[in-house]
């Protein structure tokens, strides 16, 4: 089993941490403001809610509500490491 896991790591390509500015429109949320960015950019990850969450914790943002059309979000994005050279 811990045999399993440590070769699942292993095959994971690598990944990079990145942050993106990200422009609120009006009639957004914060779910579509970080579906956009993970689009156009590519995150690994499989959860928007993940994604989500990392925003919410770098913008500073305890509830979605607080967010407004003009407002720029720093959105936390995984992203394949090779993806950063072809940018």
Same mark, same amino acid.
């Given at each position: ?13 690598a ?10 429109y /009006? !009639?957004?949320t $914060?779910?579509? #403001?970080? /579906?956009?960015?993970?689009?156009? *950019? !590519? ?6 809610r993940?994604?989500v969450?990392?925003?919410?914790? *770098?913008?500073n943002?305890?509830?979605?509500? $607080?967010?407004?059309? !003009?407002d720029?979000?720093? #959105? ?8 950063? !050279?072809?940018?």
């Amino acid at each position: 089993d811990r045999r399993q896991r440590q070769m699942c790591i292993r095959d994971r390509p690598a990944t990079e941490k990145i942050v993106v500015p990200e422009r609120v429109y /009006s !009639g957004d949320t $914060l779910n579509a #403001v970080c /579906s956009r960015a993970a689009i156009e *950019h !590519g995150d690994v990850r499989d959860d928007l809610r993940a994604i989500v969450y990392d925003t919410r914790l *770098h913008n500073n943002l305890p509830d979605d509500d $607080l967010i407004q059309p !003009g407002d720029i979000i720093l #959105v936390e994005l995984e992203v394949p490491a090779d993806a950063l !050279g072809r940018r």
